[in-house]
């Protein structure tokens, strides 16, 4: 009889063991479980964060070039030509000056053909007293 009373003991203590294993273990899971759902709910909501940020950054990109595009309408355009070329332009607009001028200028004297000029020097005018004062 102490035996099996003993072995009854033996084999409750068994039985609780076992129970309290199989607990832990379904706790265990549950936690992991939990943990997993944790998890993946935060990779949700971190895709649905970085798409809204994507597409807010898209509208901000669209808003920007509209701003630049409408700044870039009010530049003068001789800003966006380059320095080259805005030379060129100077040079040709001088070169067609001097020919006017000298097209003015040959009409008035009634000159043909490409002639030297000659200037008769005049004399300077007479120093004065008040012409020197300025001088100094």
Do not use: T
Not at 32 to 50: F, Q
């Amino acid at each position: 009889q102490p035996d099996a009373w003993l072995a009854a003991e033996e084999e409750e203590e068994r039985l609780k063991e076992l129970h309290r294993e199989a607990e832990r273990e379904r706790r265990e899971q549950l936690e992991k479980a939990h943990l997993r759902g944790c998890h993946a709910l935060k990779k949700v909501h971190l895709a649905k964060e970085r798409e809204r940020l994507l597409e807010e950054l898209e509208r901000l990109q669209n808003v920007d070039r509209l701003r630049r595009r409408q700044a870039v309408s009010q530049v003068p355009p001789q800003l966006l030509v380059p320095a080259c070329k805005r030379m060129e332009i100077k040079e040709e607009w001088q070169r067609e000056l001097e020919f006017a001028f000298e097209e003015m200028y040959s009409e008035d004297r009634n000159m043909k053909g490409d002639q030297i000029l000659k200037f008769e020097p005049q004399p300077l005018p007479a120093p004065s007293d008040r012409a020197q004062d300025n001088d100094l």
